[in-house]
């Protein structure tokens, strides 16, 4: 079996906060060297202060992914700023609470399609910018972030956009698998981040109960009865982008502690 190298240089999409944020720490953590993309350049300058002053090993990339240009030129940076590119992590979304959900009747067409642009074109994007490295020194590893909505109806845009990346990671697998490229997609169930608290406040408002009655409910839905944390996503995403990840490809992965009273392991 290949030992780990020493450094592998590691893109992260949505990297300024929540779980991008601490996943690029995870792969920092192991002595890699990441930069973090994200739009709001004070916030990326914030999370850049949380690796300690670290600029050897870490850059930040102001971009947006919904532009293909300025992907591009993400990339291009990454590239420059690290020395090249191992390993993609796409996060990078508007938050699920954030999407509105209506009858179909009332269905507006065009917040699915700003999600989608989002989430399924922006990670196509990365991908599209950083495979040419991949296969040119035959190893990169993709790692793209669902969500367990995909299992559940509720969100028109939630369960399609998830669907969506399911998709592409699989097609993604099997066109760059020859060149010891591997792509899978992870589906966080609830993670515990820095936006948990105002989250549980809004539910606990929405449902007429305590912020602490709100997350055992939340926590009630899981088989192991507790919520992910964005640390549980990173170890998971450190290990399948690893050396010994290697066998699996084109997958996708239920991080959620399981999902109570259902029967989805056939
Ligand atoms: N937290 C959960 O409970 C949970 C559960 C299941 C799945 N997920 C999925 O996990 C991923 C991360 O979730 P999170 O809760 O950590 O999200 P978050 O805290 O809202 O962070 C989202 C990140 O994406 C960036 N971003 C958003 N739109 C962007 C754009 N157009 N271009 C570039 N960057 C953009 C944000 O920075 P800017 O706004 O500055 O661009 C930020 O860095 C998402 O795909 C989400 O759907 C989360």
């Known amino acids: 079996m290949s030992r780990e190298p020493q450094v592998r240089r590691v893109l992260v999409s949505g990297g300024s906060r929540g779980i991008g944020l601490r996943i690029a720490h995870a792969f920092h953590e192991e002595g890699n060297a990441v930069a973090l993309l994200a739009r709001d350049a004070e916030q990326l300058e914030r999370a850049a202060r949380s690796f300690g002053g670290d600029g050897q090993r870490m850059l930040t990339v102001a971009a947006d992914v919904r532009s293909s240009q300025s992907v591009e030129a993400a990339v291009a940076r990454t590239v420059e700023g690290l020395g090249g590119i191992d390993i993609l992590v796409n996060t990078a979304a508007a938050?699920?609470?954030?999407?509105?959900?209506?009858?179909?009747?009332?269905?507006?067409?065009?917040?699915?399609?700003?999600?989608?642009e989002t989430k399924t074109l922006g990670y196509l994007r990365t991908i599209k910018f950083v495979a040419p490295h991949f296969i040119a020194q035959r190893w990169g590893r993709i790692i793209n972030i669902g969500g367990q909505s995909v299992r559940h109806t509720g969100?028109?845009?939630?369960?399609?956009?998830?669907?969506?990346?399911?998709?592409?990671?699989?097609?993604?697998?099997?066109?760059?698998?020859?060149?010891?490229?591997?792509?899978?997609?992870?589906?966080?169930?609830?993670?515990?981040?820095?936006?948990?608290?105002?989250?549980?406040?809004?539910?606990?408002?929405?449902?007429?109960?305590?912020v602490e009655e709100a997350r055992k409910r939340l926590e009630a839905t899981t088989s192991n009865r507790k919520l992910n944390t964005a640390d549980d996503i990173a170890a998971l995403v450190v290990f399948l982008a690893s050396e010994r990840g290697s066998v699996i490809n084109g997958e996708a992965l239920h991080a959620g502690g399981g999902v109570a009273g259902s029967i989805f392991s056939y």
């Open 95 to 116: 938050p699920a609470d954030q999407l509105v959900n209506r009858p179909i009747a009332e269905f507006d067409e065009d917040s699915l399609r700003a999600e989608l």
């Open 155 to 210: 969100s028109i845009a939630a369960t399609v956009r998830n669907a969506a990346i399911s998709a592409l990671t699989k097609n993604v697998a099997d066109e760059l698998g020859s060149y010891s490229v591997t792509a899978n997609v992870v589906h966080p169930g609830f993670t515990v981040t820095e936006r948990t608290p105002e989250l549980l406040e809004g539910i606990a408002v929405r449902t007429n109960s305590t």
